[in-house]
Nanobody, 130 residues
Framework: QVQLQESGGGSVQSGGSLRLSCAAS????????MAWFRQVPGKEREGVAG????????YYTDSVKGRFTISQDNAKNTLYLQMNSLKPEDTAMYYC???????????????????????WGQGTQVTVSS
């Protein structure tokens, strides 16, 4: 079992920045696919950014490219999402997800497919005001 705990959410004004953290604990595997998703009430969960720990490859949905950066501190077992130039439409509950990946299956768009992930955190709220 893998446990995930997000932190770092909050309220910021448009143009501001936040850094989300996702601390992983529990079973250890050689590599993971990990990702950040977000959800607004009444809408489907949306994949934002994906990361393969085995090689450091990343993938972003178009709406956040150039503004968000996904990264990992392997020593701390922590995944990050640096969010800059935030917009009101970025307001959502943000979730961290993980899936053991002994082979790098999470390449390209599959890195942010909800169906690829079995382990999820509880979420952290991000609110961006105009």
């Amino acid at each position: 079992q893998v446990q995930l705990q997000e932190s770092g959410g909050g309220s910021v004004q448009s143009g501001g920045s936040l850094r989300l953290s996702c601390a992983a604990s529990g079973a250890r595997y050689s590599a993971y696919c990990m990702a950040w998703f977000r959800q607004v009430p009444g809408k489907e969960r949306e994949g934002v950014a994906g990361f393969y720990t085995g090689g450091g490859t990343t993938y972003y949905t178009d709406s956040v490219k150039g503004r968000f950066t996904i990264s990992q501190d392997n020593a701390k077992n922590t995944l990050y999402l640096q969010m800059n130039s935030l917009k009101p439409e970025d307001t959502a509950m943000y979730y961290c997800a993980a899936e053991p990946a002994p082979i790098p299956y999470c390449t390209g768009g599959s890195a942010i497919l909800e169906s690829e992930y079995n382990y999820w955190g509880q979420g952290t709220q991000v609110t961006v005001s105009s």
